[in-house]
């Protein structure tokens, strides 16, 4: 590589920089913004933290718990095989009403009626299979609890067959009988319209979503209280700024319940590691300095040992070396936006920044033919809901120099393989923009238990 120490032009290539930059980041904050509304729309509307009271709840959609019971005396027939015959028959009693959710009761049961009744459901199954495999039966009963008898006794009998599809085609029989004793049982469980206040307990702030149909969010009194029907199993996530999601599923019977909120907590602080151009090694660290979306980074970009494969096999000749090593290291400062809510797994990203080159070697400090730029950095992050992520970014990069000849020499092998450059002039070149650099890596920003541990204390 060639070194020259820093000329006249150095003043001249700075200034150049700032107004590049005030050209690339101006439109990147105005994408920022509409993006910004575009994911608060996404996300609803969310009542503002305040002290509301219960928020009492009678949800269009529910479910209503109904336990199966198998007995089978069977011959010939593997455990797999009754398990298919079990699957493809609740498959098709399930698919009468989506409100209806089927537990299989533990074996060691004997009264299923006192089982049903101690857990506040409405109705039970019980599935007798007897037979073989080239002829089985299987003999269908529901109930309701409004009834000792039963609303559904239906006797079904085929050969068994490996095909899952044609397997399920042989209870359709059982669809219009079932119907009837479903609605029994939910016609039971709306009746009753009994009630019980399941209460979150958590972080002023934090959005419930799952319980109703719009977010509800955590009062300024640390709560928040949703009087629901009963006994229904009703699912949540709770979402926080600087939070990783919380998901779960409450069953409520007679008894009130509270629920504490343990969120982890996320650093404002992340770490990244990623592969420029799939060959040199860059490492950065960022900061959040208000919530999860507007971050700044901090980082170094190192051609002291590249492994650049794919650069080595299209250059002509057989000496083209596979790792290579440049005594330069980018220093690059960014400030960037994600986009959509935290709880997404995949959130977009643009940021804008600046560089600068440094040369280590004979001479120490800035390099001579291009000491800095601009680059604009647009991508993906997956994997948002947890504290690993993969990252991709495209990183188009805007070189100032005065030498366009001398600043060629300059560039890492790799690039002058690829010849990505996009040159502005062939003599006295003032700009060389290289729009297809891009980088592979992930991305770490950790959970903060003990802190929240210290704070919930």
Partial sequence: MKVREPGRTRLKCLTSILLCFLVLTLPATRIMALGGSEARQQGGPASEPGDAGTVAVVPDEFTVTVYYRVREKTEGLAASEIRSLVDTLIGRLASVDDALVFRPVPPDVERLRTYTFERDAYGWVEIDLTGERTEFSARVRAY??????ASMDELVTGPFDDQLRILSIIWNPLVEPFERSARQILETALAEQRTSVVTFAGDPGTVIVGITQEPQRIGTDGQLAFELLIPFAYEYEARGTLRYPQSGEVFLGEEDQVIELTQSRKSRFFYDGSLSSLAYPDVAVGFHPVNDDVFVQLGLESYIGGFVPIAASEASGSNAPVFVSEPLTNIHLQAGRLFRENHENVRPFVSAGLFMRFVHGPYWGPESQSPGGVQLRTGIEVGSRSPWRFLFSLRPTLYLTGNGDEFAVTVPYSYRRFETGINAGEKGLSAFLDPFA??????FQP???????????
């Fill in 144 to 149: 309701s609890v409004l009834s000792a008898a």
């Fill in 438 to 443: 891009f980088s592979l890596g992930v991305r």
């Fill in 447 to 457: 959970r903060l238990e003990e802190e929240r541990e210290e704070a919930d204390s």
